[in-house]
């Protein structure tokens, strides 16, 4: 009988162990926190914003002059971070001193 109960012992210790909480998901990184964290996601024409740390290099780099529709080009939109995720607002016009080409 002691075996028994030694035996229901050991099996009572490996559920228990084994059926802890598990560990919290890591939090999605964020890629902001504010709209001056977020920049254009391309050299010319962007449609999209990325985080400052992942910002192309656009230096040496020539881009029409053209305001091609659905981007960024001539404060045609903005910018912006959302829920720590850096996002275009094609629809909010940024200021005309801030205008990408």
Avoid: W
């Avoid at 002059?65 to 960024?72: A, D, F, I, N, Y």
């Amino acid at each position: 009988m002691n075996k028994a109960l030694i035996g229901i012992f050991f099996i009572l210790v490996i559920l228990a162990t084994g059926c802890g909480e598990s560990p919290e998901e890591p939090q999605a990184a964020k890629e902001c926190l504010s709209d001056s964290d977020c920049v254009p996601a391309s050299c010319c024409h962007p449609s999209s914003c990325v985080a400052k740390e992942q910002a192309p290099d656009c230096s040496g780099m020539m881009c029409t002059m053209e305001c091609s529709p659905g981007t960024l080009d001539c404060g045609q939109g903005r910018c912006l971070c959302a829920g720590g995720k850096c996002r275009a607002d094609l629809n909010n016009p940024q200021n005309p001193e801030e205008a990408v080409y």
